[in-house]
C-alpha cells in the first residue's frame, strides 16, 4: 500500500480507469469532474429523476462501466467531488519539483456560493476529454445550429431532441452515434453526411487492414449504427456536407453540396434541405489548457496537438501524467488503457505487473485507430472556400471573415496577439476555444506566416494558453481558500 494522494480531473472512460487502477495501487483518490455523475460524454447518464429507459439499452458497454463507477465511488479512499471545477494550476517553485497544485471551486457552474479551495497531491492525472472542432460556415451562427456533441447530450443526458428534422454533417465515426442517438430521443435524422469522399474514407480505412483485427468491438458498434440508420432508412452520404445554414431567427434550411477530395465545391451540386436543426463536427480538439498551464509539452500528430506523455502516461511535468483525449483521440477502450496505466503509475504501482503489458497493448492499439482515423477522415484543405466576406467566424465577437482577411493584409497585424486585438476573434466568453485554431489557421494562410509566429519575451501564442482554465466569479478569486475538505483518510494496509 503506497498511501500516496492521487488526484484525478475527470471521471469519463479515462478518469474513472484511472480511479480505479490508483485504489488497487493503494493509494488515496480525489476525483473530480464538472457533472453531477461520473461517465463522461460515453457514458452521460439520465438524471435519476428521470424514470427513463435503462441505459445498458442505450449505450455500448454500460454493464461494465457502472461495476466500475460502484466499485470507485464506494471505496474507502475515494472521495468524489461532483460539480467541481479545476479553474487553475500552479506550477511549484523550481526548486520543488512536482505536481502542481490545484486549485478547484466546489458547487454547481451557475449557482451562487461556490467554495473555492486547493490540493496538493502526491500526484495528478489530467483525463478532462475534449470538445467538438467545428469549421465556420455561413448561417452557422444561426440558433438551430449545433455542435454535433452538444446535441448528443441533450439526447442523451436530458432526452431533449434539437429538432424535428435534422441533418447530421461534417467527419468521422462521430456521426454514427449522434445520428442513434438523435434517433433514440425522437428526431428524423434526414441523412448523414460524411465530407471526405469514399476514396479518401476508403484509402484510409484499408491501409495496413490487419490491425483492424484489433478493434473487433469497434466493428460491432458500426454494425448497429448501421442498422440503426437502415431501420429508420436514413441516408449515409460520402463525399458531401452543410455549406450553409439558412433562416429568419433560427435555421430553416440546409445548403449541402458535394465535395471534391481537398473539400472545394463541386459546382452545381448545391442541394436545399428544410430542415429545424443541423448538427455539425469536424473532429476534436482535446482540451489542453490544464496541460498547458502546467508546463507540460505537446506533440502534433495528423490529427492535432495532444499532450506529450511516455510509455506510462507521465507527461513531461513531474508527478503529472494524462490519459484519454488529451493523449490521444483513440475510442473509449484506449482511453480506459491509458487511464489505468496513468492511475497505477501515478500511485506508484510495480511497473513490471503483467497486468500493464495488457494495457500498453490494448493502448498502442488505439493509437494505430487514431492514425488511422486521421487518415480517412482528414479536413480538407480547400474548406475557407465555404466562407464570404460576411461570415461570422468567432461567434462570441461576430468577426467575421472580411476582418481576418483585413488584419492578414497588414504585415504589422500579422502575430497572433495583434491579430486578436484587432479583429477581437478569441476575445469573448469561450476564450477562443471554438475559433482559435480556425483563426490560426487562417491567419497563417492568408498572411503567409506560421501559425503562432513567437515574440520575444512572451510565451509562444498557442489557442490553449489560458491561465484561468474555468470562468471564476471575482468574489470567489477574492475570497480566501477553504482547506481541503472530504478528503480521503489513509486506511490500514
Known sequence: MTHRHVVVVGAGPAGLAAAEAALGAGARV???????????????????????????????????????????????????WSETSVWAL????????????????????????????TLDPDALVLAVGAHDRVLPFPGWELPGVFTAGAAQALAKGERVVVGDRVVVAGTGPFLLPVAASLLEAGSQVLEVLEANTPRTVARGWSRRPWELAAQVGKGGELAEYTALLLRHRVPYRLGRTVIEARGDGRVEEA????????????????????????????????????????????????????????????????????????????GAPAARAEGALAGWTAAGGH?????????????????????RLARAHPIGAAWPAWLRPETVVCRCEEADYASIRRAAADRASTATRVAKLETRAGLGPCQARVCGPTVAELNARLSDEPAGRPVEGLPAPVPHRRPIAQ????GELAAAPEPPFADPAPQTP
Open 30 to 80: 480525489t476525483l473530480i469532474d464538472s457533472a453531477d455523475r461520473p461517465g463522461g460524454q460515453y457514458h452521460r447518464m439520465l438524471p435519476e429523476a428521470y424514470d427513463a429507459a435503462r441505459p445498458e439499452v442505450l449505450q455500448h458497454g454500460w454493464q461494465a462501466f457502472d461495476r466500475r463507477r460502484r466499485r470507485v465511488l464506494a471505496h474507502s479512499r475515494c472521495a468524489w
Open 471 to 474: 470562468p471564476i466569479r471575482l
Open 351 to 371: 511497473r513490471g505487473t503483467a497486468a500493464l503489458r495488457a494495457l500498453r497493448r490494448s493502448r498502442d492499439q488505439g493509437r494505430a485507430f487514431a492514425e
Open 90 to 117: 500552479e506550477r511549484p517553485d523550481p526548486g520543488h519539483p512536482g505536481p502542481p497544485r490545484v486549485h478547484v471551486l466546489r458547487g454547481p457552474a451557475d449557482g451562487g456560493g461556490r467554495r473555492r479551495t
Open 255 to 330: 445548403v449541402t453540396a458535394r465535395l471534391r477530395a481537398d473539400w472545394s465545391v463541386v459546382p452545381g451540386s448545391e442541394h436545399t434541405v428544410a430542415v429545424d436543426a443541423v448538427c455539425v463536427t469536424h473532429g476534436f480538439s482535446p482540451q489542453l489548457e490544464l496541460p498547458v498551464a502546467a508546463g507540460c509539452a505537446l506533440r502534433t500528430t495528423p490529427g492535432g496537438e495532444f499532450v506529450a506523455v511516455d510509455d506510462d502516461q507521465a507527461t513531461s511535468c513531474p508527478g503529472l501524467y494524462a490519459a484519454g483525449e488529451v493523449a490521444c483521440i483513440a
